[in-house]
């Protein structure tokens, strides 16, 4: 398909050709568990800050402040970054449609020749239906659709949350992704907030989802210090490689419990299903009594720091 920082730190899934862009784990995890989709925390101390670009360009090196009200977990055991899986199921009939924009490092000739990794009529839908969602876009993404970036990230519709610069796994082994070198998790994560600053977005959120959704506690430790809550889901929509929609909205309306998050991604190329499924499974899900929210909203639902 989870707190700010003092000292304003540095700064939707293709595994490598056609590998699924899924999978989930703990923060108790001792090694990356796999489910079906793709999923950080802020640092110790941290508060009222978030590794999100500003208006202001910054330093190479640094991530400017984020906006102070922007909620987000608590760190977890040693500082550990915290994971966020679903809002309180107590709390309102809510529901949070999270959107994977994947694009990995070396997929530059692909999109050159032709290859569509944005979906334009997946994000016309979602203005259409008036339903906020949470992107997580890489920065390679942000690299190859500047314009589009752009315009996400000044729709207060959206929110656009880190799915790192490069699309590498945080571990081994996860669907056949490269892996991040340990000493670079860091760096990754801090570049995709220079290229969203870059590309024109003003204020991406303190949120990261892993590559694949892969992680382990060495993940979890890399990135503690950039402030950011990781970000994983309780339903996985299967839409990744789909070609019967109908099958997916299913999938989506038979797990969407009060306070889900779900995972799609905002891929033509890699999920060409996905705008249908959204126009099948929005009215459904509003007939049944839910309200669409993004991820920040069920954060702060969930008792997120502010």
Known sequence: MITPVRRVAALCALAAALAPLTACGTAQDTRAVRTTDSATAPAA???????????????????????????????????LT???RNGPRTAGKTVALTFDADMTADQGPRAAAGEHFDNPGLITALRTLKVPATVF???????????????????????????????????????????????????????????????????????????????????LRAVSG???????????????????????ARQVLDGVRPGSVVVMHCTRSAAPTTEQVVRTVVPE????????????????????RR
């Open 226 to 248: 950039l402030g950011v809550t990781a970000v994983q889901w309780d339903v996985v929509s299967g839409d990744a490689f789909a070609t019967d929609a109908d099958a997916v």
């Open 45 to 79: 101390g941290a508060r009222n800050a978030a590794p999100t670009p500003s208006r202001t360009p910054a330093a190479p090196s640094r991530t400017p402040a984020a906006p102070s009200r922007t909620p987000t977990l608590a760190p977890g055991p040693a500082g």
């Open 285 to 304: 899900l509003r007939r049944r009594g839910y309200r669409f929210v993004k991820v920040s909203e069920l954060i702060a639902t969930a008792g997120g």
């Open 137 to 219: 876009m890489t920065g390679r993404w942000a690299e190859e659709y500047p314009d589009q970036a752009r315009s996400l990230g000044r729709d207060p519709g959206f929110e656009i949350a880190n799915h790192s610069y490069s699309h590498h796994a945080f571990t081994d082994d996860c669907y056949g992704l490269p892996t991040v070198p340990e000493d670079a998790m860091r760096t990754d994560v801090e570049r995709a907030y220079t290229a969203f600053r870059k590309a024109g977005v003003p204020s991406a959120m303190p949120y990261f989802r892993f590559p694949g959704g892969c992680y382990d506690q060495r993940a």
């Open 82 to 84: 915290p994971v966020f």
